[in-house]
């Protein structure tokens, strides 16, 4: 059974820094598309970053594009996202997610993605 895992949350100050981490089990998503996601209380899941399955394509929203960093490292068959210069309102649930078709570029759609881990909570203060 496929589980993505997410790790790395948890409670900081505006301008503060985290690096959240998904590491798949059951299987490898080295050569998957994989992204972010994020749940705030009251608001529909929202597209974070997207990466592509070798890593040299990314793609951000724009409430996040030049403090949020997505990455992958293959070998690890682990996915990142460094989230720098926290604003209150990136407080949320962050969803790791990846497709089950191998290659392709980066996806912004949650139906685009058919695998989900549990999320982790980020909290930031201000």
């Known amino acids: 059974q496929v589980q993505l895992v997410e790790s790395g949350g948890g409670l900081v100050q505006a301008g503060g820094s985290l690096r959240l981490s998904c590491a798949p089990s059951?299987?490898?998503?080295?050569?998957?598309?994989m992204g972010w996601f994020r749940q705030a209380p009251g608001k529909e899941r929202e597209f974070v970053a997207a990466?592509?399955?070798?890593?040299?394509?990314?793609y951000y929203a724009d409430s996040v594009k030049g403090r949020f960093t997505i990455s992958r490292d293959n070998a690890k068959n682990t996915l990142y996202l460094q989230m720098n210069s926290l604003k209150p309102e990136d407080t949320a649930v962050y969803y790791c997610?990846?497709?089950?078709?191998?290659?392709?570029?980066?996806?912004?759609?949650?139906?685009?993605?058919?695998?989900w881990g549990q999320g982790t909570q980020v909290t930031v203060s201000s």
């Open positions: 059951g299987r490898t998503f080295s050569s998957y598309p």
């Open positions: 990466i592509n399955w070798s890593g040299d394509n990314t």
């Open positions: 997610a990846a497709r089950k078709s191998p290659f392709g570029s980066t996806y912004v759609g949650s139906l685009e993605y058919h695998y």
